[in-house]
Every structure is written in structure tokens, then in C-alpha cells.
């Protein structure tokens, strides 16, 4: 069964930090990339940053300097490193796998 879960998501202050997971079963992670996107309340779904089987990675200019991507493919897991959290980092956070979605992981960060 294909599945991608998300986890470590929480509450946390601003200026805290959060290191969330997404897991792959069903299928190996090492050649496709791998993304993550976010979802605030009210909002639409947008693009947080992706990093290539070749480990190279993009991020959108509002977490750029603050949020690392990585992956560790022997885990079949990527990550997401989340540094300087603001509250408007707030949203239910997302893993996407070619067409594979995570269910999400909810983080809130608190002013």
C-alpha cells in the first residue's frame, strides 16, 4: 500500500523550531522529488520548497534562510528543518511524492 505520513508537527513559541518527517511505504522515495507545501486556515495550498533525488533544493521566498528540505532515502523519509518560526508559519503542513499526499501534520506557532 502507498502511503506517506507526516509527522512532528506541534506548538510551538515564535523563534522556535520544528523538525517534521514524512515517511514513504509502498514506494521508494530515491528518485523522485520530494515537496512540501502548507495550508493556513483560510488559505489556499502553497508550494514551501522541494529538494531533487540529486539533493539540490528550492524554497519559496517567505521561508528561504529559515526552513531546510532534506531526505535520508536508506529511511525512505524526507524532512522538513524549521528554524525562526513565525506565526505565520502556521498551517497544516504537507509531503508530496509525485501523485502521494501525506495526510499533514498541524503546527501552530504561538506570538
Known amino acids: 500500500q502507498v502511503q506517506l505520513v507526516e509527522s512532528g508537527g506541534g506548538l510551538v513559541q515564535a523563534g522556535g523550531s520544528l523538525r517534521l518527517s514524512c515517511a514513504a511505504s509502498?514506494?521508494?522515495?530515491?528518485?523522485?522529488?520530494i515537496c512540501w507545501y502548507r495550508q493556513a486556515p483560510g488559505n489556499q495550498r502553497e508550494l514551501v520548497g522541494c529538494i531533487r533525488p540529486g539533493g539540490s533544493t528550492n524554497y519559496a521566498d517567505s521561508v528561504k534562510g529559515r526552513f531546510a528540505i532534506s531526505r535520508d532515502n536508506s529511511k525512505n523519509t524526507g524532512f522538513l528543518q524549521m528554524n525562526s518560526l513565525k506565526p505565520e508559519d502556521t498551517a497544516v503542513y504537507y509531503c508530496?511524492?509525485?501523485?502521494?499526499w501525506g495526510q499533514g501534520t498541524h503546527v501552530t506557532v504561538t506570538s
Open positions: 508530496n511524492v509525485a501523485v502521494h
Open positions: 509502498g514506494f521508494t522515495l530515491d528518485y523522485n522529488n
